[in-house]
Nanobody, 122 residues
């Protein structure tokens, strides 16, 4: 089993910065991709940024150049440094982690953090 615990978030003025952290605890599995999604009321959860086990990253267009995702594989921890925050970044942010189930038809099992509120005031 994998337990995902996240921290960080809060209230910040537009133009400010926040940092989110998330650790995936497991003694059984090798964590593959980690990342962050966000959700606002009435909307679907959307991708913010992902980082693969090899270090490749993927960002949604709206955060490119402002957010930076990184990870510490030794700690199974992922970080999201959010700079130049905008009011439209306001959302509940969820940490994501997965591991691969190997086989001829491999697949991933997904795990989610509890969510943390990020509020950016104008």
């Amino acid at each position: 089993q994998v337990r995902v615990e996240q921290s960080g978030g809060g209230l910040v003025q537009a133009g400010g910065s926040l940092r989110l952290s998330c650790t995936a605890s497991t003694s059984t599995f090798k964590i593959n991709t980690m990342g962050w999604y966000r959700q606002t009321p009435g909307n679907q959860r959307e991708l913010v940024a992902l980082i693969a086990s090899g270090g490749s990253t993927n960002y949604t267009d709206s955060v490119k150049g402002r957010f930076t995702i990184s990870r510490d594989d030794a700690k199974n921890t992922v970080y999201l440094q959010m700079d130049k925050l905008k009011p439209e970044d306001t959302a509940v942010y969820y940490c994501y982690a997965d591991h691969i189930v190997p086989g001829s038809s491999w697949y991933t099992i997904d795990y989610w953090g509890q969510g943390t509120q990020v509020t950016v005031s104008s």
